[in-house]
């Protein structure tokens, strides 16, 4: 392998010849070893965003030529159009603040753009990294930037997948909306309710989630761009935010805001936090979801049988014929990993000092992973899972005729002590409450019917 000499702060760094990435980034990689995955494709689109629009921001501000600034541009439009993707090499998780990826992004979009010029890779003295491509910028405004940019974009498909499960329910809780069964409390016997009120209340659920996640969402929209190090604003030129905020805006195709305290900004992360809070207090009601689900398709012979689920695979590699809730299991871990995600960003959200919160990368790793979960498999889990759910009928039906908690019915007409024997005697005699009460002439069958439907 041929290799080219670069130079930065610390000295020369031997980089692969026909790599666009610089000396920073040669240092990183070694370091950086940790996840084994590269960093999202939303991060690195973020970032390209960012740097586009603070060249337009500086050559409108007069603080770069034309030239330079032309050539940082169409370097960041190659990238966005799908090029140069592979030369980002830095781990999602890496140094605090994210600087080796803001200076992977910095050198590739460098060495980009030095060939617009018809220069060669790491000829720095006519495109620096730093001087001309990270020019009015910090590490530290721009990567808290690119995670509300990156989180945004990710939540564009998140939104959608959850309104597909919440449709899914609401359809089935109308097909289910006649079939009573037993409900449950503490695991046992309970008053009669329909499956498809229980299917409804779970669509309210995640409904309520879902308006909590987009309230959240909102917050995102304030962005810290121009704070540079410490939200001052150091080092930028009169007029430069607004405009780089309203280009990251127009190409993004988000409505992005100024942080009013661009302080807060940088060493604040309640708006992703409360966003992670959200996506945590949805996964705890999917997992309720996938928990009732497993118990209702349990059996067939042993256990409750009141669903039918629908076969994806075989079930077993040892007992034929075995069907297994596998996608209620699969979003199980779904909603486990979101929760563990939550609880490394509430710990990285509390863990900043003074004027910057430095534990960025991993807290948008979590939050990345998060939405990516959540977009890829609930359209998944809601057709061909939900969607194909069945009723058992007659087994619903049965344990409604044979559970004698369906005495409480009676209570008013018979009183609570009398309800209470019936109760005993049902369990002891294996006869229903139906058969009881009517052998005991305390009702009419037909009254009995009134009462149980």
Known sequence: MKYRTDIDSLGKVQIPADAYYGPFTGRAIKQ????????????????????????????????IDSKRGKAIVAACDKILAGKYRDQFLVDAINSGAGTAF????????????????????GEYEH????????MSQSSNDTFPTAMHVAILLNMKDTIPAIDTLI?????????????????????????????????????????KSRNVIVAATKELQYVALGGTAVGTGANTPKGYRKIAITELGKISKLS??????????????????N??????????EINKLANDIRLMASGPIAGLAELGIPAVHAGSSIMPGKVNPSLAECMNMVCFNIIGNDTAVAHAAQSGQFELNVMLPGMLKCMLESTDMLKNFLPIFSANLIDGLTANKEKLRADIENSPVIVTLLTPKIGYLKSAELFKESLKSGKTIRELVVSKKLLSSKEVDSLFG
Not at 127 to 134: A, G, I, Q, S, T
Not at 256 to 273: I, N, R, T, W, Y
């Open 167 to 207: 449709k899914s329910l609401t359809k089935k809780s109308k097909e289910f909306s006649s079939f009573k069964k037993i409900g449950r409390t503490h695991l046992m016997d309970a008053l009669p309710v329909t499956l498809g009120s229980e299917f409804a209340a779970i669509a309210t659920s995640i409904t």
């Open 127 to 134: 495109l620096h990294p730093n001087d001309h491509v990270n």
């Open 102 to 121: 803001n200076m992977n992004s910095n050198e590739v979009i460098s060495n980009v753009a030095l060939e617009i010029l018809h220069k060669k890779r």
């Open 32 to 63: 950086y070893h940790v996840t084994g995955s590269k960093s999202h494709e939303n991060l690195i689109k973020s970032f390209v965003m960012i740097k586009r629009s603070a060249a337009v921001a500086n050559m409108r501000t007069k603080a």
């Open 256 to 273: 992005l805001k100024p942080e009013k305290d661009m302080q807060h900004g940088l060493q604040s992360k309640f708006a992703v936090a």
């Open 275 to 284: 966003l992670s809070s959200a996506l945590r207090n949805l996964a705890l």
